[in-house]
């Protein structure tokens, strides 16, 4: 009983670590499937017997012992597809590139009144301190204008970067994209135009890496990459909605 109640405040307090990204307007599946799903361990926890009880008066008729083996099968392929997935995430996430053959592209995130959001800020950040060490590399900042937005993101990421020492002749804009897809495909027309190194070096939150190569991959981009730290109360949610981005872009 103490351990079950126990397990039960784990999984409250990871429904309360889905919830909290909720207060910054950051509704999406990722949260809204880890509550759902920390809320029902919590219930069933907390409700034991009674689950059980159930459970085992279901597994009593044919049609509910398929039904629960079926939700078994699934459960157990979900948990493992989302274990190998994360594997691949953590190895996207720290596949640095190896020289300086290579062209910096850091992907566009939201600007709140003119300025970098707290994870935009921290992809700049990344790209400054490898573009601080590496003086041959030229960068993209890539990301358009959102309705919200007073200015376009790759707007934003040049003025600060440039704000903070680097070169403006080592940055190209591409300030017309609206998703990954586009942050890539016209960051690669752009590469193609000025001559730059085809290899790219993609600055993104390390949750993100792997569908960027994925992309990059699809149109014939090799690419490493540099990592951004993530907020740890964003994390879970974005690493979740991850998974889904993830297997659609691979499958589609």
């Known amino acids: 009983m103490a351990a079950r109640c126990i397990s039960a405040a784990a999984f409250f307090g990871l429904f309360m670590l889905f919830l909290l990204p909720v207060s910054r307007n950051i509704i999406n599946i990722g949260n809204g499937i880890g509550m759902a799903?920390?809320?029902?361990?919590?219930?069933?926890l907390l409700f034991w017997n009674k689950f059980s009880t159930f459970v085992g008066h279901c597994w009593e008729k044919p049609f509910g012992k398929l039904l629960l083996s079926v939700l078994g099968i699934i459960t157990v392929v979900c948990v493992i597809v989302?274990?190998?997935?994360?594997?691949?995430?953590?190895?996207?996430a720290n596949d640095r590139p190896k020289?300086?053959?290579?062209?910096?592209?850091?992907?566009?995130?939201?600007?709140?009144?003119?300025?970098?959001?707290?994870?935009?800020?921290?992809?700049?950040?990344a790209a400054y301190d490898y573009l601080s060490e590496h003086e041959s590399v030229n960068v993209i900042v890539s990301g358009g204008k959102g309705e919200d937005e007073?200015?376009?993101?790759?707007?934003?990421?040049?003025?600060?970067?440039?704000?903070?020492?680097?070169?403006?002749?080592?940055?190209?804009?591409?300030?017309?994209?609206?998703?990954?897809?586009e942050n890539l495909s016209f960051s690669k027309k752009i590469i193609e135009e000025n001559g730059l190194p085809a290899d790219i070096t993609?600055?993104?939150?390390?949750?993100?890496?792997?569908?960027?190569?994925?992309?990059?991959?699809?149109?014939?981009?090799?690419?490493?990459?540099?990592?951004?730290?993530?907020?740890w109360y964003l994390l879970p949610t974005y690493?979740?909605?991850?998974?889904?981005?993830?297997?659609?872009?691979t499958f589609f």
């Open 99 to 125: 020289d300086e053959n290579t062209t910096v592209v850091v992907l566009g995130c939201q600007v709140r009144d003119g300025a970098p959001s707290l994870m935009l800020s921290r992809r700049l950040k």
């Open 82 to 92: 989302g274990v190998l997935i994360s594997v691949f995430m953590i190895r996207a």
């Open 202 to 231: 993609i600055v993104t939150d390390g949750f993100h890496q792997l569908r960027a190569d994925i992309l990059a991959e699809k149109i014939g981009m090799e690419s490493h990459n540099i990592s951004a730290r993530t907020a």
């Open 150 to 181: 007073s200015i376009s993101e790759a707007q934003c990421m040049m003025e600060w970067l440039v704000g903070n020492g680097i070169s403006p002749e080592r940055i190209f804009m591409e300030d017309k994209s609206v998703n990954t897809e």
């Open 239 to 249: 690493w979740i909605r991850e998974w889904f981005g993830i297997l659609y872009y």
């Open 37 to 44: 799903v920390s809320a029902l361990i919590v219930l069933v």
